[in-house]
Structures are given as structure tokens and as C-alpha cells.
């Protein structure tokens, strides 16, 4: 049930949203009241602890994943492989294969192609990866029970090669074939209402995302749609999951769950880091942020500030809580669930009224191949938006319509910025980012330096196709947004490591200029002259070209400090200019004996071709006149 784009795209790059920012804000950490009401312990709370210990696994079991025949059996054909799928049809053909969604995550940039790049903002340094558009998917729902048994037929079809159409508006009326109504949409991947929670996790890219976050990325994964069309089912799940102890091998579970797993998964595997998860859980609620970890019987509002320092937004004193192992995250989820505003309407018995934000920080120390410690800070955004309304649908009234229409205004201000982001003229000029609480704290998942993933939420349902199709036009727009993931470091640490580069490369060099000048020195023709030279030129390197450069043990590098590091990368710098220098000497020396080589050459047959017409004016001369004389044979060798 889940259809690809035939040239597939990267998943691509940016922006840690500021949301995160709340959990680097210092100001509100502390231990939140995560209940862990089903046994589980409360998670702790520590203010930084960075250099802490490796986070153990889990108890949960991890669901087996699914094998990719198995998966293979989910996938609908390609164009021109085979069948068409009808909407919410069944089985594809195996030759849509997996092993194109999974050479398309492989294309998402990774920690193997990373280029430090310099911030302009903080003039720290950073680790980057190409600028790449925003991946994004869509997932239709299933028809609902009352939607069958009000007879609304599907208004999507699935072509394949990540396509989706949408047949023209007729509701109510008969339905037609009218093409000129009819559009077709791209995206990276669509999951058709057969889709498993499982498929979204194997094929949505969200691993990626993961695995990116673990790298020290900022990643977003967001749920775009109307209401009811299935958000909170993709990110969580059903409602009833949290009542009660829940079965971790619910196959109900939604992204969220099953993304701590693979977390913690990874994590468990990589010996070789000490990692420290925290996470804290908001909602915007009538454009009030409120703590969902902490929210208080007030629930009382924190304030959205801008941070000069990180550029970019965050929340003042939100609660950030350490996650030792899973449960701890698992807490945090179920806790967060909890607490969030819910409503019922027309359209959805279990309605989000807020637009929730649930991130996790992934703070790692890995000892790198030179020894120094490199510390890094990812973070994985989970946003669940609430969705659009028509209230005259969903016949809201009183305060459910003041919050369907904060809920209308701030996704407005959010298609806006999406809309002016994916048009190349209008990304320069002002994007209203400040006009709304979701927008500042998005701000960098969709025009900044993270990995963001957007996964539209449709209904199939024809009496929804006004809706469909706005939201599929949105996931268009935001497919043109391009984004730079970066990873940005401790300016010292980023510092130490670029210098450490550095004394590498100016190694390389020093060795490879002292190989060109010991090749130089064996195939000189006047070897005792080149080798007193050759020594001459050393001594005069490491004498004449000021301090001699010590012997460099790289393990010993993270003993030094920045200014000795600096220094060194001086003294290779010195060292290889005076090398250089001698290399180019030598060159010229070489140069001048091969012209003086050739010269004697020259002279030698001018001599010979003497001796010939000196022979030819004396032919009854002795035969040991034609000898040639001592002087040019010696020559001639
Ligand atoms: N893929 C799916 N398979 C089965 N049921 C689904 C699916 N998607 C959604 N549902 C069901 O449809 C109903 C509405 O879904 P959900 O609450 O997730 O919508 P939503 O987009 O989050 O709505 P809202 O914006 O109002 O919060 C729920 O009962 C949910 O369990």
C-alpha cells in the first residue's frame, strides 16, 4: 500500500525547530511530573550531565520488522510494472521494490558526508550537508465505518510512481469523469489506506530522521491535514493505546512509539558513544504554549523568546526531563497524551485542539579517531498540528470554535510561510514566521538547517475533497522548500577539530614533500653533491625556518590545548613552506643539470663528426686514428 516516486528524491535537510531551543534554555529543567502511572518509573531529571552514562536499552521487546517480502507484498506497482492500484486497493507487485525506498534514504545526507562550513551567525563552526528539499509523504485514510455506511465513495486514485489523483468535485451529484477537474499530485512516497503503522515507519524516512538526529541533527517530523483525517493515528495511534497499560506489541502504535524503539535500537548498538537522552512535550493551545510535562492546574502559558545566541526561537522555562531508558521516554509520551487538550466535533470523537510538539534531545560525547571528545546535540521534533476545520462541518460552536479558530489561523499563517518558502523569488523577503506561536517555533524545521519530514493526512472520502485538496496542494508547496542540514558544535570543540584537520593535512603534506625530496636525492645524477645538498637544505629547514617542529603523537592531541594546537599548525606551516621551498630548488637544480646534460650531448657528436672528416682527409691513417680520443669518449659516457 505504499507508492514511491519513480526518480526518488533525497529526504532532505534542515532545521531543528526552536522548539527544541526550550530544552537548552537551562531555566526549566527540573523533574517533571511524569506520573509513569502503569509501573513505570519517573524518569529523572539533571540540569546538563553531558558526560554521563550510555543510555541503557529498554526491557520492551522491539517488534520484528516485517521482511521485506513481506513488506514487498505491501507495495503497489509502479507505472508500467503492472497493475494500477484502485483506491485502497490490495496487493502491488513485488517489482515495486523495497530496494528503491531504501537506496532513497541511503541518498539522505549522513554523517560520512559532512563538510565543516563556517556559521555566520555564531562564528562557530559546523558540520553540513547539502541543501535538499523537504521530504515529503502522503497517508490516506481508510474510509471510516460511518463514511461506508453513508455510502461516500473514494475521490483518490493511486497510479503509482508516488502519484495521487484526484477526481473532480461532484459531490453529491453523480459522479463523473470530468479531466479537466481531475489533478494528479507527486510526492516521495503515498501510503494507501492499507498501509501499516509499520509501512509508515519502514518507508516514510523517519529512520533516517533518526538516525540523522542521532548524528546531531535538528529533525522534524510533522502531521499536516484536517481534522480527522488521521494525524494523531499516524504519530500516536488510537486514543484508547493510553488507557490502561499499553501492549508495546500493539501493531496500533503509532510513529512516535515506534521511533523510540528504533532509537533506542541504534543506540544500544554504538559501544563506542555515551549517549543522553531529554525530552520535553508542549502544545499551543489558542495560541498559548503550555507544558505538557508541567502544565499546571492554571496551565499556565510560557512565553516564546527569540535567542540571539542560537538564532532562532524557544521556549522559556519548559520542562526538559532525562530519559535513562525507554519507559522514561515512554512515560513522557503517555504523560504528554494525557494532558493535551482534546475535543470532540462533528467530524472526530477524539479531536486535538492544539498543535503538540514533543522533541528529543540527543545529547552524545564520542571519543574521535585523533582522541578528542566531540559533543554533540540532535533533537528529533514530533508535531502533531491540529487540523483545519470548516466549522460548518464540524459545527463548532462556543469555545470549540474559538479554538478551531485559533487552530485555522495559525495553520494559515503556517501555509503562508510554507507558500512563500517554496517560491524561489518571495524565500529571500519576509517570511511571517513571528505572525503565529506554531510558525516561530517551526520556523527552522522548514526554512533552517535541520532534516524535516512532512507526512499529509487525507480522507478519501468524497465529501472531503475540498479539504483533500487543499492539503495535498500544501504538502506540494512545502516539497519545494529547501533546506541546509547542519550540525552546529561547541565553537572550542569545533575549533579543536578543525585544527586537528589541519595538523593532519600539513602531516601529510610534510611527509610527502620529505618522500619527493629523498626520490629527488636517489635519482640526482651527482649523488654525493645532491646528498650533501639535500642534508644542507634540511638543516637549513629546521634551523634556518625557526623552531623545529616536535614529533606529534596524534593520541596525545586532546592533551593540548587550542592556543598549542594553533601553534603546532604554525610550526607544520613553516616546516612545509621551507619544504616546499627546497622542493622547488631541487627542481631547478634538476632542471639545470639536464640542459647542462644535453649541451655536453651536443658537443660530444659535434667532436665525433670532427673526427669522421679528419679520418675522411686521412684514409691510409693507422686504425687506431679512428679511435675517438680519451677526452670524448669520456665525454660521450
Ligand atoms: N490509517 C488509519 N487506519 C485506521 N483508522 C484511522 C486511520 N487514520 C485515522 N483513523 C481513525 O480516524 C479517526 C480520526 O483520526 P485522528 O484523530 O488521528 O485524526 P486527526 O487528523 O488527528 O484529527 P484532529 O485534527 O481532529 O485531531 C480516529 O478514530 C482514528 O483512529
Redesign the pocket.
Known amino acids: 500500500m505504499v507508492r514511491r516516486a519513480s526518480s526518488v528524491p533525497h529526504l532532505n535537510s534542515s532545521g531543528g525547530s526552536s522548539a527544541d531551543s526550550a530544552g537548552t534554555s537551562g531555566s526549566g529543567r527540573g523533574r517533571a511530573p511524569v506520573a509513569g502511572s502503569r509501573g513505570r518509573k519517573t524518569p529523572s531529571t539533571t540540569s546538563t550531565g553531558q558526560n554521563q552514562r550510555q543510555s541503557s536499552g529498554s526491557s520492551s521487546s522491539v517488534p520484528r520488522s516485517r521482511s521485506l517480502t513481506n513488506g514487498m507484498r505491501r507495495l503497489s506497482p509502479q507505472k508500467g510494472t503492472g497493475s494500477s492500484g484502485g483506491g485502497g486497493g490490495g496487493g502491488g507487485s513485488s517489482r515495486n521494490t523495497p530496494y528503491f525506498l531504501r537506496s532513497r534514504e541511503n541518498e539522505i545526507g549522513s554523517a560520512d558526508t559532512l563538510e565543516i562550513v563556517a556559521s555566520k551567525s555564531t562564528g562557530s563552526e559546523e558540520c553540513s550537508t547539502p541543501e535538499d528539499n523537504i521530504n515529503v509523504v502522503v ?1 490516506v ?2 474510509l ?1 465505518d460511518k463514511e461506508k455506511r453513508d455510502r461516500h465513495g473514494s475521490t483518490l486514485q493511486f497510479p503509482g510512481n508516488g502519484q495521487v489523483i484526484l477526481e473532480g468535485n461532484d459531490v453529491g451529484q453523480k459522479r463523473s469523469h470530468n479531466r479537466d477537474s481531475v489533478r494528479v499530485f507527486t510526492y516521495n512516497v503515498v501510503f494507501e ?1 492499507g ?1 501499516t503503522q509499520e509501512d509508515i515507519l519502514d518507508y516514510s524516512g523517519i529512520k533516517r530522521i533518526i538516525e540523522m538526529g542521532i548524528e546531531g541533527f535538528s529533525c522534524t517530523a510533522f ?1 499536516y ?10 504519530l500516536t495511534g ?2 484508547d493505546l493510553f488507557v490502561g497499560k499499553p501492549n508495546p506489541k500493539d501493531p496500533r502504535h503509532g510513529l512516535i512509539f515506534r521511533s523510540f524503539l528504533y532509537l533506542f535500537q541504534l543506540i544500544k548498538n554504538r559501544k563506542d558513544v555515551n549517549y543522553v537522552l531529554k525530552a520535553s512535550f508542549m502544545e499551543i493551545y489558542n495560541e498559548r504554549v503550555i507544558d505538557l510535562l508541567n502544565p499546571g492546574s492554571a496551565r499556565k502559558p510560557l512565553a516564546v523568546r527569540w535567542s540571539k545566541k542560537s538564532g532562532g526561537f524557544f521556549v522559556e522555562n519548559l520542562f526538559t526531563v532525562d530519559c535513562e531508558e525507554l519507559d522514561d521516554l515512554l512515560a513522557v509520551l503517555e504523560e504528554g497524551m494525557r494532558n493535551r487538550a482534546v475535543g470532540s466535533h462533528a ?6 485542539r492544539s498543535h503538540t510538539i514533543l522533541t528529543v534531545h540527543i545529547l552524545s560525547d564520542q571519543q574521535t579517531d585523533g582522541g578528542v571528545f566531540l559533543s554533540k546535540h540532535g533533537k528529533i521534533n514530533f508535531v ?1 498540528l ?2 483545519s ?1 470548516l466549522t460548518k462541518k464540524t459545527m463548532s460552536e462556543g469555545k470549540t470554535l474559538e479554538e478551531a479558530n485559533n487552530i485555522n489561523k495559525s495553520l494559515m499563517v503556517l501555509g503562508y510561510c510554507i507558500s512563500s518558502l517554496s517560491d524561489s523569488k518571495k524565500r529571500s523577503g519576509h517570511i511571517p514566521y513571528r505572525d503565529s506561536q506554531l510558525t516561530k517555533l517551526l520556523a527552522d524545521s522548514l526554512a533552517g538547517n535541520g532534516v524535516t519530514l512532512m507526512i499529509a ?1 487525507v480522507s478519501p472520502a468524497h465529501y472531503n475533497h475540498a479539504e483533500t485538496l487543499n492539503t495535498l496542494r500544501y504538502a506540494s508547496r512545502a516539497k519545494r522548500i529547501r533546506t541546509k542540514p547542519v550540525i552546529k558544535m561547541d565553537p572550542r570543540e569545533a575549533l579543536i577539530l578543525s585544527l586537528k584537520r589541519d595538523i593532519h593535512a600539513l602531516q601529510m603534506e610534510n611527509d610527502h614533500l620529505k618522500a619527493a625530496l629523498n626520490l629527488h636525492h636517489q635519482a640526482a645524477p651527482n649523488g654525493g653533491a645532491a646528498d650533501n645538498l639535500l642534508e644542507l637544505q634540511l638543516d637549513r629547514v629546521s634551523s634556518g625556518g625557526g623552531a623545529p617542529v616536535p614529533k606529534v603523537d596524534l593520541q596525545r592531541l586532546p592533551e593540548l590545548d587550542g592556543s598549542e594546537l594553533a601553534e603546532l599548525v604554525k610550526l607544520y606551516m613553516v616546516e612545509n613552506e621551507s619544504l616546499r621551498q627546497e622542493n622547488n630548488h631541487l627542481f631547478t637544480v634538476r632542471e639545470t643539470i639536464l640542459r647542462d646534460q644535453e649541451i655536453v650531448c651536443r658537443e660530444n657528436e659535434r667532436l665525433l663528426k670532427k673526427l669522421e672528416d679528419v679520418n675522411k682527409s686521412n684514409p691510409n691513417g693507422n686504425e687506431d686514428d679512428n679511435e675517438p680520443s680519451k677526452e670524448v669518449q669520456t665525454k660521450k659516457e
Not at 491535514?225 to 499516524?234: C, D, M, P
Not at 467530524?347 to 486535538?352: A, G, L, R
Open positions: 497517508r485514510r481508510p471510516n489506506p498501509a502531521c491535514g484536517q481534522t480527522g483525517s488521521g494525524k494523531t493515528h499516524t488510537p486514543p467530524m472526530n470523537d477524539h479531536s486535538s502533531d491540529a487540523g476545520e493526512c
